[in-house]
């Protein structure tokens, strides 16, 4: 019971964000497309309305990885900053400070990081510890990189590490691992494409024969049997979909 109810005060609280919109938006054309083709019928589209959960939070996860990575990227160059402020003679706290200004030159003033280096810069103010804020921000942002550079970071000043070294070989290594990722990207991305192509083959056959010829799937709507087999068919697309996803989410 006590479930049920924390899941509908989340669903109360829940405000949809632009992008949340524009993925339900594009999800309910899928479910109309999927309703006229598969079925001919509006009622399919209505049956068919949890295929757009399954399509919110698959493209929901895409985002938030593409996000997971820009992070990164953007804390590379935190931490590139932070390097060069430090050998100007900076405390690391103070360069994390005076990186901000950097940040906002190269990435703008809302971006991610420049959001985050105002909480951190808030958290200094307030007493709290580099090392609590670092972690928080990798907690917040779901990056293991920053996760494990925070770690790192509360160890060496514990025991008086060189701090500007492990920083330079933190950003060195989150370099090298989203600069493979980004060439695996790259190589996937002529696939991506090749799979969305063959993805509406379907659809535009089906429309262009049941526009040139007009009844000739009748047959296959509103009956018993076609709507097994248009089922059928409609299990077989999205598992497909579903397999080329999961090949393809290659990570590092």
């Not at 589209?45 to 985002?63: D, H, Q, R």
């Not at 497909?240 to 393809?248: G, P, Q, W």
Request: charged share 25%.
């Amino acid at each position: 019971m006590k479930i049920i109810q924390s899941f509908w005060q989340r669903a109360l609280q829940y405000k949809p964000d632009k992008t949340d919109i524009d993925i339900i938006l594009k999800g309910v054309g899928i479910v109309i497309l999927f309703g006229y083709f598969f079925y001919d019928s509006i009622t399919a589209c209505f049956i068919l309305s949890p295929i757009l959960i399954l399509y919110y939070v698959t493209e929901k996860n895409k985002k938030n990885k593409k996000r997971i990575m820009t992070i990164g990227l953007q804390f590379k160059d935190l931490l590139m900053s932070v390097i060069t402020a430090q050998r100007a003679g900076y405390s690391v706290e103070n360069a994390f400070i005076d990186s901000k200004k950097e940040m906002e030159l190269m990435h703008g003033k809302n971006s991610i990081i420049c959001a985050e280096l105002d909480i951190i810069i808030k958290g200094l103010a307030n007493n709290l510890t580099l090392e609590e804020l670092l972690f928080d921000f990798g907690v917040r942002s779901k990056n293991d990189d920053i996760i494990e550079f925070a770690e790192i970071f509360a160890i060496a000043k514990r025991s008086g590490g060189n701090m500007t070294e492990i920083m330079n070989r933190s950003a060195s290594i989150i370099g090298k691992r989203l600069e493979t990722q980004g060439e695996i990207e790259i190589l996937i991305s002529a696939k991506k494409g090749e799979a969305k192509i063959m993805e509406a083959i379907p659809f535009f056959i089906i429309a262009y024969i049941g526009f040139t010829s007009e009844g000739y799937f009748d047959s296959m709507y509103h009956n018993a049997a076609g709507i097994a087999i248009m089922s059928v068919c409609l299990v077989i697309y999205i598992v497909a979909h579903l397999m080329f996803e999961k090949i393809t989410a290659i990570e590092i």
